[in-house]
């Protein structure tokens, strides 16, 4: 009965429903061509903030792609240190009410955010604050990529500030969103974790986790360099000189001078523990270095490793040495190497109480630093916990109250419905019928495309796969080229099996996302409007599939063809039908044309459940596709 009532209320409003599509297409195309250019990092800053404000006063209260451009203006506002521009607009984005076309865009602002704190003002917990959100921004998305990197970034400022357990759960954290690629910088930060908590073993064991699985040639370097350094930690003096021996013959290291001088020290440091008999200039030369490249932490641990040399030979040198580290530890505010410093210090001036004071002094703030800070780190922690329960108790009590809203239109409809029953009960009959022999008639179709895929993938596809196995080790046929198009062959039939597999239609909106979210990467950004607003439960399955089936033959067809860089994907869902608006900033073509087999089955498929369908492109101004079918 409400499929009828739908059909004359549509047949009825369609004069009324429509809108000036060629104005809103020339638009959209414009604001999408001045974002493009405002990205462009050859072009000068204040050109790029033109562009972006002309884009952002085209653009609609509601369009998806503002919080993309809001984002943008931000970080163009941030490299001209305009920072007053940066939180005004910052806010504005943040106003925006959130869904999965703003998640990224928010959680790159907070980013942004970090590291203005960390850089600009050194204000090391709104720094860890700002990342903590960014990251809850990005798994949203969801992101894991950039999750994580918020998430080690969370861990260096812990480790910064000596909180060395926080730091471990906190990487602990980012263990279930690692891809392999990612692993190394986790292991290697959690081997600097483990060293500073004087947990050798578990330091030894990251570290060569961290060297098995980077793909950087230079941060191997850093990794093996901080293995032998734990080495010595150890007392295993040999096996540190061994690795650094082996380190110092890598030809990268000239390319990283710094890094050479790093590996140089500590090779000198740990024969000097091992009781070899080696000079004053094998320390000398990596201080030569650090001077020359300004590396002030690297001279600390020069001058404390000459402090230590010439200990028990000439105190007075020695003293030279490490008052030298006291200066620079204090220029650096770093207490800890001021601490170790006067420590040998004390070896030296026993009797010196302004030496023993200040070590107990700097030894006793340490502690109340390291417990402040960690006490702050973790009560961040534990209110953000508590913000994301609240968020998510809003949603389900938001979930509840629609819930009941649309029992109420549902009963309400149903009351309507009966009392038209007498008029239209003929006519309910008529379509009801013709509704369900369309029902079947899909049903049918649908069944016939998974058998059919069935079919090829274990037919098809492994068959035309043993012949290729069995040209191989033939010597009668011409192997490169039969093989090279068998298997272009065998990939396309494994290519239909996929897209003509099962879809869980129960979790049709996960289903979706992880659609979407194949396409998504760094160069090509996909901007969802509506998505959350759609009732998904009042839509059937054989028509979920259609969407499914129409959304992925788009996507795959920018893949192939379009080369664009932003995508957007609009979903309108009222009581009668569901509207799609796809548009991309791709090449285009040049109308009118002949369709493909994508854009070919795309029109069929909506056509096949009494949808509409319509193709708008202008050659290197991208293209925009409407599609519309009754719910």
């Known amino acids: 009965m409400r499929i009828i009532l739908s059909f004359l209320i549509l047949q009825l409003l369609s004069s009324c429903t429509g809108f000036n599509v060629k104005e809103e297409t020339e638009s959209q195309k414009l604001i999408l061509e001045l974002y493009e250019k405002a990205k462009d990092d050859e072009t000068p800053f204040e050109q790029r903030k033109d562009n972006i404000n002309e884009a952002l006063d085209l653009i609609s209260q509601n369009d998806s792609l503002k919080a993309a451009l809001l984002y943008s203006k931000c970080n163009i506002h941030f490299s001209l240190k305009e920072y007053d521009s940066l939180f005004y607009f910052g806010n ?48 949203k998305v969801p992101d894991s990529s950039r999750a994580v990197k918020r998430i080690l970034r969370q861990a260096i400022l812990q480790n910064i500030s000596n909180d060395f357990f926080g730091a471990k759960e906190t990487l602990t954290e980012a263990l279930p969103y690692l891809a392999k690629n990612e692993r190394a910088e986790i292991y290697g930060e959690l081997g600097d974790n483990n060293s500073m908590l004087l947990n050798l073993s578990g330091a030894i064991t990251y570290y ?22 734990t080495f010595t930690k150890n007392k295993d003096f040999v096996a540190a000189i061994k690795l650094l021996r082996s380190l110092l013959k890598d030809t990268l290291l000239e390319k990283h001078p710094s890094t050479y001088a790093r590996v140089l020290d500590n090779l000198s440091y740990a024969q000097l523990k091992n009781g070899m008999d080696i000079t004053e200039q094998d320390f000398l030369k990596s201080l030569t270095i650090r001077k020359r490249k300004n590396d002030k932490r690297g001279q600390i641990a020069s001058y404390t ?52 004071n200040r070590y107990i002094f700097l030894q006793d703030s340490l502690y109340q630093v390291g417990l402040k800070v960690k006490t702050q780190f973790a009560k961040m922690k534990y209110d953000d916990e508590q913000k994301q329960l609240s968020i998510l108790k809003l949603e389900a009590e938001k979930e509840r109250k629609n819930a009941e809203l649309a029992k109420q239109r549902t009963q309400k409809t149903l ?111 996909i901007a969802l409007k509506g998505f959350n607003t759609v009732k998904w439960n009042g839509i059937s399955d054989e028509k979920k599939i259609t969407l499914y089936r129409i959304l992925n033959e788009l996507l795959v067809n920018m893949k192939k063809h379009s080369e664009a860089t932003l995508v957007s994907v609009a979903f309108e869902n009222t009581k009668k039908e569901l509207k799609i608006i796809y548009s991309d900033n791709g090449e285009g073509v040049k109308t009118p044309f002949e369709k493909g087999a994508g854009l070919a089955n795309t029109e069929n498929r909506i056509k096949n459940i009494k949808g509409t369908f319509s193709f708008e492109s202008e050659l290197g101004k991208g293209v925009r596709i409407k599609c519309a079918f009754p719910i």
């Open 208 to 229: 060569k986790l961290a060297i098995q699985t980077s793909r950087n040639e230079k941060d191997v370097l850093g990794y093996k360099n901080n293995l032998a350094t």
């Open 305 to 356: 490793h000459l402090g230590e040399y010439f200990l028990k030979t000439d105190p007075m040198i020695a003293a030279r040495y490490l008052d030298t580290v006291l200066q620079i530890s204090k220029q650096l505010k770093i207490p800890q190497a001021e601490q170790d410093a006067l420590k040998f210090m004390m070896k030296l001036q026993s009797k010196n109480t302004a030496i023993r």
């Open 92 to 139: 504005t984005l943040r106003q925006i009410a959130p869904d999965s076309s703003t998640y990224l865009s928010l959680g790159k602002y907070e980013h942004l955010l970090a590291y203005y704190h960390e850089n600009i003002l050194f204000d090391i917990d709104s720094a860890f604050y700002y990342n903590n959100s960014a990251k809850n921004y990005f798994l």
């Open 415 to 525: 009351w309507l419905s009966l009392s038209g029953f007498l008029i239209l009960g003929g006519i309910s009959a008529f379509f009801s019928l013709r509704q369900h022999h369309k029902k079947e008639k899909l049903q049918e179709v649908y069944t016939t495309e998974k058998r059919i895929s069935k079919k090829i993938h274990d037919e098809l596809a492994n068959d035309i796969y043993g012949v290729m196995t069995r040209m191989e080790h033939s010597k009668t046929f011409q192997k490169e080229n039969t093989l090279d198009s068998l298997e272009d062959i065998y990939k396309r039939t494994r290519d239909i099996s996929r897209e003509t597999g099962s879809i869980d239609t129960q979790n049709f909106q996960d289903e979706l996302k992880k659609l979407l979210s194949q396409f998504r990467n760094d160069d090509t950004t």
